[in-house]
């Protein structure tokens, strides 16, 4: 290294802090405007001293979708809760109001029970319609809200078992698809 390398290195840091005189200053452009190591060495120093002097202070985070959420909660609980009344009015309804043993409206019915079914209970807990529907046949056969012995009511509640899977499998494809478009 040459000497006035050697002092224009000594006199950087002072420079980059502005602590020198301008005769001195002077000296160092002077020098830098020749030597392209001290040029770099000043460069160094630069890039080292900037982040001390900016406190970067991170800006607090503000999570701006926490209120879209929030709604979407909320809109997600009505819509369970619309669904959960759904299954249970259109179970009362297909094994209630049409006495029993109607297949013609509960081959229509009953797949609807299924797909709302699948929004209640999801993928992993639909088996749970099934026993709902069970409870629900049952209940409506033992007050003689239809004229059905607890044997046919049994009976007729397997067969509807299967209408709902079919609305559930239909839930399920639904969900697949509008998931596999969304990726
Ligand atoms: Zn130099």
Redesign the pocket.
Known sequence: ??K??SI??DLLPLYVEDMVSEETAEYVIR??D??P???S?LEILKGGAEPRKVEQTPAPKVDSSAPFKKVMKRMNRVFYSLSYSLVIFFIFLGFGWTGGENLMYNSLIMPIVGIFGYCVFGYRSVYKLPLLLLIIDMFVCVFKLVKLDLYSAFMWTIVYSLFVLVGIAIAFLLHYALRKEKD
């Open positions: 290294m040459k006035e390398c224009v290195r020098h830098l020749e030597c190591e001290c040029l060495e």
